[in-house]
């Protein structure tokens, strides 16, 4: 059984920091992508950041420049840094990965979520 756990949400005022984790447990292969979704109430879910396995990133413009996404491979880990966060920027962060869990087929993975409110 594969699981993605997010840590590192919380509270944080404008212009501050946060940094969010994702850690990939259980059995399979390998990881592909990772990514960070985000998702206010009455709204669709959308992209913060992406990573492949080689560390290509992407960004949508609204955090382009502020949001900074990495890996540890290692560790299976995904990290989201948030710097100069606006009011905007609240939402309950999803984290993604795209996981090998047999030779020939790979499954999409969530996390539960993380709250990150920014007050201003």
């Known amino acids: 059984q594969v699981q993605l756990v997010e840590s590192g949400g919380g509270l944080a005022q404008a212009g501050g920091s946060l940094r969010l984790s994702c850690v990939a447990s259980?059995?399979?292969?390998?990881?592909?992508?990772m990514g960070w979704y985000r998702q206010v109430p009455g709204k669709q879910r959308e992209l913060v950041a992406t990573i492949t396995s080689i560390g290509l990133t992407n960004y949508p413009d609204s955090v382009k420049g502020r949001f900074t996404i990495s890996r540890d491979n290692a560790k299976n880990t995904v990290y989201l840094q948030m710097n100069s966060l606006k009011p905007e920027d609240t939402a309950v962060y999803y984290c993604?990965?795209?996981?090998?869990?047999?030779?020939?087929?790979?499954?999409?993975?969530w996390g539960p979520g993380t709250q990150v409110t920014v007050s201003s």
């Open positions: 259980g059995s399979f292969f390998s990881i592909n992508a």
């Open positions: 993604y990965a795209a996981i090998r869990t047999t030779l020939y087929s790979t499954k999409d993975y």
